[in-house]
């Protein structure tokens, strides 16, 4: 683990880039949609992005647990560079795509090879000494929000200027330079498992306690409340400001937001610290749901900026901060394993609200989203009440 700061700086910077690739086009594809296939209906728009992300989400949970257990076998960094490498030739295919429902298609092929997020997770979990696990995942996720920061941003000014196509041809730029770096500097000491020690694909996520299934319970709620208007962002700002600059409008709320997710992991990774999880999670989820709310009743876009940025405020740290708990209630050498099942049921949420939140805009329009998203944030509590005490019960982590 001597590599282990040097590989989390390698890490933090690559995944900013990959972030920042993937936010600079995947949040404007209603507006390629809408320019490209001439789709204005607030509804139809909905369900194409609903299935959009419904696939592209399926395709990421059938196999993001296989690289996670192929991780184990043959290690973290290959499949960090599997993600990095043949994601910067696949996301540039989706300008082939003919019609809405071929790039749906090409979404769902790309989504099977996805997954830098989880295989950077496990690879800085795997490589970093425990007492210094939660500051590496901490610092992690203001990589990821940064890189959405600066690919909102961006994203928006090159679709303003340029388009669709130079943003998705950036994005596989991004990857790519990434996957160069993460060849380049990144170090591990991995010994693969002898032959009689290679556990199976089942048995990779056999004998779980109930602590780390409340755990992925927890985490499934936490995906589906973040993420259910995320995909919406566009029709939001349409349905306030009108469709005029919707992509330039869309980049700088979404980038302002994705700067309260920064400032998320640094706080509340520093409160994680000095209470215990139930103590900060519980008013997080509460503010968060209130937040949610008032985003539904936004009058202006300032207005609908300024409580959006709240929300990633509170919201942006909440993952690290359960799997920073995950990773200490499972063993080492199943981490790999652990942390792809727990991306693939994150994912799992979003490809729910995916659903329902395509059903929610068609019948009742876009602002309800932002409604349901909060009652959601709100259910999550009861659940990760019912988490801690089991994980306190079996004394898998300090009970301060």
Known sequence: MHHWKQNLYVVWLTQILVMAGFSGAIPFVPVYIRDTWGITSEAELGVWMAAFTFFGMLSFCLFIPVWGVLADRYGRKIMLLRAYYVDALLFPCLLLAPSPAWLVAVRFVVSAFTGTVSAAQTLVVTNTPQEHQGFA???????????NLVGFACGGLIMHWYGFSVAI??????????GILAHAFIHEDFVP??????ISFQSSWSGLSLAVWLSFCVILLMAVSRRFDEPYVPLMVERIH???????????????????????????????????????TVPVLVLCAVTMFLQ???????FFAAFRFANFLFAGGLEAGMLSILSRITPQERRGAIFGLSSSIRMSGVLVSSLVSGGIIYWTGVRNIYVVSGVLFLLTIPVFGLAVARIRKERIINNE
């Not at 041809?169 to 990434?178: D, H, K, N, P, S």
């Not at 498992?193 to 290679?198: A, L």
């Not at 539904?296 to 300032?302: F, G, H, I, K, N």
Request: aromatic share 6%; net charge positive.
């Open 242 to 280: 009108g469709p005029e600059n919707t992509a330039l409008h869309t980049g700088w709320i979404s980038a302002l937001a994705a700067f309260g997710g920064v400032l998320s992991g640094v706080i509340l990774g520093k409160l994680c610290d000095r209470f215990s999880p139930q103590r900060v």
């Open 169 to 178: 041809l950036t994005c596989g730029a991004l990857f790519l330079l990434a």
């Open 137 to 147: 995942l901490g610092l992690l996720s203001t990589a990821i929000w940064s890189g």
């Open 296 to 302: 539904s009743l936004a009058p202006t876009l300032a």
């Open 193 to 198: 498992p002898r032959p009689e020690e290679k």
